[in-house]
């Protein structure tokens, strides 16, 4: 089976930093895109975030302006989100997602990746930034 497992979530400080992980289990990590999406209540998913493990393509949601980095660990089979300058409205439930690497390869460019179905989800690791 299938298994995205997020963690590091937590309560933080406006300014502060988290790493959120996803540990990725079930498939070969290495022909897998992995992303990054926040849901707030009340609120649209949101994209933050995705890597192309293969060729290390990185797409940004346009909120991110350099705040967040993501990268992978292809050893570890995990995906990392580090938040940087955290503020309040960063508060949601970040969630991690899987497709196949070529699809995000070939379709992902000019904001394509966070339309794109993503096969594979975790179950969401709660972030709460106080102002």
């Known amino acids: 089976d299938v298994r995205l497992v997020e963690s590091g979530g937590g309560l933080a400080q406006a300014g502060g930093s988290l790493t959120l992980s996803c540990v990725v289990s079930g498939i070969t990590f290495y022909d897998y895109a992995v992303a990054w999406f926040r849901q707030a209540p009340g609120k649209e998913r949101e994209e933050v975030s995705c890597?192309?493990?293969?060729?290390?393509?990185?797409y940004y949601g346009d909120f991110v302006k350099g705040r967040f980095t993501i990268s992978t660990n292809n050893a570890e089979i995990t995906a990392y989100l580090h938040l940087n300058n955290l503020k309040p409205e960063d508060t949601a439930v970040y969630y991690c997602a899987a497709t196949w690497g070529r699809t995000v390869a070939v379709r992902g460019g000019d904001g394509g990746w966070s339309s794109l179905y993503w096969d594979y989800w975790g179950q969401g690791t709660q972030v709460a930034v106080a102002s």
């Open positions: 890597i192309v493990n293969e060729d290390g393509t990185i």
